[in-house]
């Protein structure tokens, strides 16, 4: 659904990333992100969490008010 990047040149850019992963939404279009929020950061944030070593997460935990 996404005129402006077709879902190929993301499933042609995780092929050639380790470690990456391609998730397709049905009419999640160009600003998916902003559009479906709750959506996005339900498959982004477990993706970085489980990339982010433990100690940085501390860290951060320990700078967030």
Known sequence: D???TPAYFSEELA???RGAEV???PRG???FQHVM???FNQAVLPFLNSHTPA????RLAESTP
């Open 2 to 4: 996404d005129i402006v």
């Open 55 to 58: 100690d940085a997460r501390l």
């Open 37 to 39: 929020a709750r959506e």
């Open 29 to 31: 279009g160009h600003w």
């Open 15 to 17: 092929r050639l990333i």
């Open 23 to 25: 998730k397709i939404f």
